[in-house]
Each structure stands twice: as structure tokens, then as C-alpha cells.
């Protein structure tokens, strides 16, 4: 299966789904009008339509996935999130104030009353005394269970519950790391699924896992069995939501593919992950809330009966009649017909397709680096993708070290989803892969930096959500980056081992954001560098808009030798049309 992360777009009219660009020959009818030459699925748009009423529904389709990857995805964050100040408790002064109990018996620590240690003396003593102040020279213990000032964070959680703090203070991040080392198991067993029974029993099964394993853990009453829970619901990420962006865009006409895969997410993805803190709020306790972002996965039961099984998967496994009566269903919706000598002419083609994609199986991902300017293409897209996903994924999760409130602040700073992708549809043919994708890391990572030497809060926050914003931007170029520099034979699989690969980095994630224990600006300084760093790297790949993807190993070799450094898309375009209107061709 193509693996591809949260938003592959398809802004050059190019399909990175196909696995095979060869020409049919068809010759001509009798009477001289030529016949259209069918390559691949592609070619039918023209006779079953575009973005008609059947791609519509399918649109709207991706709207429960969308809500389920957001939830699968970002659930975890406040489940586990510990409010700011927490302090030893002492139940022999449960009948003192809050105020009292915590001057008497917690140390001061740099004027701050210390989290993790406490006055060990008989308080039955010290209360019969008449005691009112601390003595100094008391000795002073660990603590061993905690009292939580829920006024940030106003409900508990499993780490406030259990006590994640102090010498526990890393089990969030440690689970949440468990949840990334799932999605790699996840990865590779749907992957495998969806390649050898189809895309839809892989889009059922990875959510039932999300189910599963969020029903799961909300009866959790242990630090390892929250982990293996969250590690079940790892194997839904981000399979519960990617194999069915793949069907719906391998079912949308080429013009509307830019719209279709951004627009999805900057809708329905960006509206469910801010809804999330809202839903925690509401719920006020972690295990509902649990409960109630994770029933609704099993509604992916009913896939089958509502969205077709992927065209080019049938095809390429040789089922061609099946392939042929879903796209029948698309007649039907959009009122168009599909002329008979075409359909003939298709199922010639499809069979063609069905052996070719044999013919593919006889390459591997090595063939991606056994000749030097591919090897380097493919090195650059691993470390250039891990970069993107690390940044991603620390700044979701760093908002609660801003100094503001972290539930408007998540909700602020994943809306910047939505301009960044309407963005993104706007200038992403213009401008170009390789420059965008620079300078929107490069951004990032500046104001990421910038935002350590601000004052804590607005001012911070403010700097950080910027730097949110544009690596939104990166992140959804990354995919249809790669996809459009390796060639077709190898495609699919060095897709998928990309995205891997970004799984893998994310594991770090969650410690990188840990550090802020040490020091608050420390995950934005390592986040700022990974994002200029990446965004450098990116200045070394060849530039892809408007241009044909490479097929063969060759031409992955060959692609962009002509290209210079300094290269413009946007400039080459105004060149080229002057050149030709000198020439007279205007």
C-alpha cells in the first residue's frame, strides 16, 4: 500500500497514486475520428465526471474518519496532562485550609513551595501542640502521593490520578512514545492488509484497533496497561483515517485534487482536534472522555457498505468486472454514461495495468540507492521528513509549556491548520515544492526560536503558534514531495518507507517536549534548529511542479540534472512565455 501521512496533496494535476504511465496504443475506428487512448483510471474522469454528486458524497464521507484520526491522534494529550502546581498530601491535615496544610508541612524550595518533598514529622503531635509554623530544621521526605491545584487543568487525569509526577514525571511521555512505536507495528501490518485484501478491510481493522484500545483504556489502573492500551490504539495512527484519503482522491478527477486533499483536512481534521479540549472540559473526568472519543470508531464497521473498495486496487489485483461496476455507480450519480467502445477499450487497458503491476513487484526499495543521485534524493527526503514530523508533532504537544491557558491555546494554534492549507491551495503551483517547503521550515524554525526569547505567555505563545503555522505548511507538502521525485517503479514502497521513518522520529517528540522540565525554552530551541536544518535540506532536491513524475530507475537518477540552485518556478514560467511570445507563438 501507499503509505502517505496526514496531507499528500495533489497540486500538480499529477495522480502519485499510479503505478504505471505506459501508453495503449488503440489505433483508429473506420471512420478517422481517433479513438482516445486510455492509460489508467484517470482517462474515465472525462465519461463518469470529475467532482460530480458521487465524489461529493465521498467527500463528505471522510468527515467521520477525519474526526476519528484527530481523536486518535491528539486524545492522548489531555489524558495525561498534569496541572502546574501539585504538592505533597498529608491526610492528618485534611481539616486545615489548603493554604495552611501546605505552609505547614511542604519545604520552600527558591521561595516556591517544593512539589516533591515533604516535612516528615508526627502531625498528630504537631497538631495537639498548637503548631502553626514549620520548623526549618524538620527532616523532610519524598512524597508519596500528591495534591493537585486543578484550576488550569479542572478535572483529573490518569497522571494526577496515579501520581505522574516528580520521579514519575516522564510516564506521559513515556506512554505517549509507546503509542508512536505502535503506529510503526500499525503501519506495517495494515499496510500489508490493505495490499493483500484491500483498502477498506485495512480502514475497518485499523479503527476497530482505535476502539479497542481506547475502550480499553479507559479501565486502565496502571501505568502498563495504559501503555499497551495506547499502544493498541498506535496501530489505528494514521491508518484509520490515510487509506480512506487515498480512495476518496484516487476517485476525484485531477483538477480537483488539490481542492479534495486539502480541503478535508482543513475542514473536518482541523474542526475535530479543536474540538478536543472542549469535549475534555465538558466531560470534566478522563475516563469518559476516553470512552467517548473512542466508541465512535466502531462505526467504521459499516465501511463496506458505504465506500467502494479503490478502482485501481481491483485492477491491479485483476479484478476488473469489480472495479468496472463501482465505476458504474458513478454513472448512476452523476448522470453520465460511459460510452460502450470506451468501456471495451478500458478493460484492454486495465488488463495491461494488472500486468504491469506485476511486472513491479520485482523491485525493492534498494534499488533506491544503488545510483548516487537517487541514493541522495532518497537520504534527503528520510531526514527531511523526520525533521517535518518531529516539528509537527513537538509543537502540538509542547502548548502547554506557553504559559497560557493550554486548551485555548491548542485550539488556537490547530486552527492555523485551516489558513495554512487555504494557503497552501493557493500558492503551491506558483511558487513551487523546494522553495515553499524551505521557506516554510526555515519560518518555523525562526520563530520558534524567537519565541525562547520572548517573555512567557502572549508574547511566547504568540511566536510559537506562527512557527505552528508554517511547518502546517511543510507538513502538507512533504508527501506529494517525495511521491513526485521517486520513480513509479519504487514508489509505493519508498513511500511507505518515508513514513515510517517519520513514525520512528516522533518517538523522540514527546521527550524533546519533556525537557521543558529543565527549562521552558528548551523543546522550542531544539524544534527551531530541526526546522532550519530541514528546511536547508530541502534547497537539495530538484524541483518537481509541472513536471513529469519519473517512472524508471533511470529517470529518479536522472531527474533535475538540468535544474540550477537558483532556479524559480515562477520566474522559469514568466522566462518561458516570453520566449515564446518573441518566437510569435502568442
Not at 463518469?48 to 492522548?76: E, H, K, T
Not at 518533598?117 to 495537639?128: E, H, M
Request: hydrophobic content about 45%; proline content about 5%; overall charge neutral.
Amino acid at each position: 500500500m501507499e503509505s502517505h501521512e496526514k496531507t499528500m496533496n495533489t497540486g500538480s494535476g499529477q495522480d502519485p497514486h499510479r503505478t504505471d504511465d505506459m501508453e495503449l496504443k488503440t489505433g483508429e475506428p473506420a471512420n478517422g475520428v481517433p479513438k482516445s487512448q486510455l492509460k489508467d483510471l484517470d482517462d474515465l474522469f472525462p465519461y463518469i465526471g470529475d467532482f460530480g454528486w458521487y465524489q461529493r458524497y465521498l467527500f463528505l464521507m471522510m468527515i467521520p474518519y477525519s474526526f476519528f484520526f484527530a481523536f486518535v491522534y491528539f486524545g492522548q494529550i489531555f489524558m495525561t496532562v498534569v496541572p502546574e502546581e501539585y504538592w505533597c498530601e498529608v491526610p492528618e491535615l485534611r481539616n486545615l485550609t489548603v493554604e495552611e496544610r501546605r505552609h505547614l508541612s511542604i519545604p520552600l524550595n527558591n521561595n516556591k513551595y517544593d512539589r516533591c518533598s515533604v516535612y516528615d514529622v508526627d502531625w498528630a503531635s504537631v497538631l495537639n501542640s498548637g503548631i502553626k509554623e514549620p520548623n526549618p530544621q524538620w527532616t523532610v521526605k519524598k512524597c508519596d502521593r500528591w495534591e493537585f491545584n486543578y484550576s488550569d487543568v479542572p478535572y483529573e487525569t490518569i497522571a494526577s490520578q496515579q501520581g505522574w509526577v516528580c520521579d514519575r514525571d516522564s510516564y506521559a511521555a513515556t506512554a505517549q512514545c509507546v503509542f508512536f512505536c505502535g503506529a510503526i507495528l500499525g503501519g506495517l501490518i495494515f499496510g500489508w492488509i490493505a495490499d493483500k485484501y484491500g483498502r477498506i478491510p485495512a480502514l475497518v481493522g485499523a479503527n476497530l484497533a482505535g476502539f479497542a484500545g481506547g475502550v480499553g483504556t479507559a479501565f486502565t489502573n496502571s501505568f502498563w496497561s495504559f501503555c499497551l492500551c495506547r499502544f493498541i490504539v498506535g496501530l489505528a495512527y494514521d491508518n484509520c483515517f490515510v487509506v480512506m484519503y487515498i480512495v476518496v482522491l484516487e476517485y476525484v478527477g485531477p483538477k480537483w485534487r488539490t481542492f479534495v486533499a486539502n480541503m478535508c483536512i482543513a475542514t473536518y481534521f482541523t474542526l475535530a482536534a479543536c474540538m478536543l479540549p472542549w469535549i475534555a472540559l465538558g466531560v470534566n473526568e478522563w475516563r469518559n472522555y476516553t470512552l467517548l472519543i473512542s466508541v465512535p470508531l466502531l462505526l467504521a464497521a459499516i465501511t463496506p457498505w458505504l465506500v467502494p473498495e479503490s478502482a485501481r486496487w481491483l485492477i491491479a489485483q485483476g479484478r476488473i468486472d469489480e472495479a468496472m461496476k463501482i465505476l458504474k455507480n458513478f454513472e448512476r450519480w452523476n448522470r453520465k454514461k460511459i460510452p460502450d467502445h470506451i468501456v471495451k477499450e478500458f478493460q484492454e487497458t486495465a488488463t495491461e495495468i494488472a500486468k504491469a503491476e506485476q511486472e513491479l513487484k520485482q523491485y525493492s526499495v534498494i534499488d533506491l540507492v544503488r545510483t548516487p543521485r537517487l541514493r541522495r534524493h532518497t537520504i534527503l527526503l528520510l531526514f527531511i521528513w523526520m525533521c517535518i514530523a518531529m516539528v509537527f508533532d513537538g509543537h502540538v504537544r509542547n502548548v502547554g509549556t506557553l504559559g497560557l491557558d493550554m486548551f485555548v491555546t491548542f485550539s488556537v494554534a490547530t486552527f492555523t491548520e485551516f489558513p495554512a492549507d487555504v494557503l497552501l491551495i493557493m500558492i503551491l503551483d506558483v511558487v513551487g515544492r523546494r522553495w515553499l517547503a524551505f521557506g516554510s521550515m526555515v519560518i518555523s524554525g525562526i520563530f520558534s526560536l524567537l519565541a525562547t526569547t520572548a517573555p512567557i505567555g502572549i508574547a511566547s505563545a504568540s511566536l510559537a503558534i506562527v512557527g505552528r503555522f508554517a511547518v502546517n505548511i511543510s507538513y502538507n507538502i512533504g508527501m506529494q514531495y517525495a511521491a513526485e521525485l521517486l520513480p513509479t517503479v519504487v514508489r509505493a514502497q519508498g513511500l511507505a518507507v518515508i513514513h515510517i521513518s517519520g513514525y520512528i522520529a516522533t518517538i523522540l517528540t514527546p521527550y524533546i517536549v519533556y525537557l521543558a522540565t529543565v527549562a521552558r525554552e528548551i523543546p522550542l530551541l531544539i524544534l527551531g534548529a530541526l526546522g532550519i536544518v530541514g528546511g536547508c535540506l530541502c534547497l537539495f532536491l530538484p524541483e518537481s511542479m509541472g513536471k513529469d513524475m519519473p517512472q524508471t530507475i533511470q529517470d529518479g537518477e536522472n531527474y533535475g540534472r538540468e535544474q540550477k540552485f537558483w532556479d524559480f518556478p515562477c520566474c522559469s514560467r514568466k522566462k518561458t512565455y516570453i520566449a515564446k511570445k518573441e518566437e510569435g507563438k502568442f
